[in-house]
């Protein structure tokens, strides 16, 4: 007999954003642990098509009010003695859950997995504050690197595991040498934080230094569809340059065709080293998968995995010189750098497996 949870996945409306591969991937695997899962998403996941066609889909929350449904959906789960998984957790559902839980006789784990977790002194208070309660007991907080890890064992929190987030296997028959130059690539979000200002500040400098490298930028809006300052401050130069080999793709791509991107590239990551260095990078897994070498940033998860396994370059200073440096270098050396991303591509998958995401729902 199966059991059941609910996977609770306010956001998840399209195939944008990481939720859709993490919620399909884990999904997938259900029935080699007898488990199933009914999925709490948003408006228009209705039409999203998983691989395991056994999963019961919940259009249920309106973007606009999904913070208020997710309180009255937390309580009826609780009230249920429903299993509940979060697999994108935030502050938001530590408080809730946690409100929620006092006075209840409630028999299970509730399992929230944290990709991020921005520190301040008021947050670390609210978290030392959290943890000292009984209902603390009641949680296993899963983190995606183990600098995020540190940030709830210090506050107290004793059910604290990392657990690199689940992937799909990589198919690694499709590796061909490029048949003309690789690309550039910067896929995803338009975000500062995300290093989109830095790539259009390469693009200028390429244009300024007569360079001929193709370029190519795959950006989609967030969830939310605001911009930032300095990405919106970037997208304005974009429409002032005239880099010739520079290809624009806004639309939102399918699962394949957002990986198919990857193949013949050399992915920048130049994101913000401060706002990811406790962040696990999506995206830069992706690149990996497809074989592509990574240009990144130091002190980052990114950057880790680009020395760890040769398969790209991480800099400390993202001076355009540099950057143009590093490009230049695995330009030179395309084919080792790429023997080196399919080979950590190998070893990530094992890491990233869902069976490991599995094992603890299933275990606890």
Same mark, same amino acid.
């Given at each position: ?231 919106? &401050? #970037?997208?304005?130069? +974009?429409?002032? *340059?005239?880099? $010739? ?5 806004? =639309? %939102?791509?399918? /699962? ?53 396994? &040769? #398969?790209?370059?991480? +800099?400390?200073? *993202?001076?355009? $010189? ?5 490009? =230049? %270098?695995?330009? /030179? ?32």
């Amino acid at each position: 007999m199966s059991e059941t949870i609910h996977l609770i996945e306010p956001t998840l409306r399209d195939q944008t954003g990481h939720c859709f591969g993490y919620d399909d991937v884990v999904t997938q695997y259900a029935e080699q642990h007898h488990l199933q899962f009914i999925i709490w998403a948003g408006k228009g996941a209705e039409n999203l098509t998983f691989k395991n066609k056994h999963n019961q889909i919940k259009a249920h929350f309106i973007y606009k009010f999904r913070k208020l449904q997710l309180y009255f959906l937390y309580r009826k789960l609780i009230k249920q003695q429903a299993k509940i998984f979060v697999p994108t957790a935030g502050r938001l559902d530590l408080v809730m859950l946690m409100n929620l839980l006092k006075n209840v006789s409630y028999p299970h784990k509730i399992f929230l997995h944290f990709h991020q977790f921005t520190v301040s002194a008021k947050k670390q208070a609210l978290l030392q504050e959290l943890a000292n309660l009984p209902t603390s007991q009641q949680l296993v907080i899963m983190t995606t690197t183990h600098q995020l890890a540190t940030i709830f064992t210090s506050a107290g929190f004793k059910h604290v595991v990392v657990l690199p987030c689940p992937v799909p296997r990589p198919d690694t028959t499709d590796f061909t040498a490029p048949a003309s130059e690789p690309t550039l690539l910067y896929a995803g979000a338009a975000r500062a934080d995300k290093g989109f200002p830095t790539v259009v500040e390469l693009l200028e400098w390429l244009e300024k230094n007569n360079k001929t490298i193709p370029v190519r930028l795959q950006i989609s809006s967030s969830h939310s569809g605001r911009v930032d300052v300095q990405t919106q &401050n #970037a997208l304005t130069k +974009l429409t002032t *340059l005239h880099y $010739e080999h520079l290809n624009i793709c806004a =639309e %939102t791509l399918d /699962q394949k065709a957002y990986q198919q991107q990857f193949n013949d590239t050399i992915c920048l990551f130049l994101y913000d080293a401060k706002a990811y260095a406790d962040k696990f990078s999506g995206a830069t897994l992706d690149a990996l998968l497809a074989g592509a070498p990574i240009i990144t940033v130091t002190n980052t998860w990114m950057g880790e995995v680009a020395c760890e396994f &040769n #398969a790209g370059i991480a +800099l400390e200073n *993202l001076a355009m $010189e540099n950057v143009y440096q590093a490009i =230049e %270098t695995i330009y /030179q050396n395309y084919a080792a750098y790429q023997v080196c991303a399919r080979q950590a591509a190998e070893i990530l998958w094992e890491r990233h497996h869902p069976k490991h995401t599995l094992k603890i729902l299933e275990s606890t």
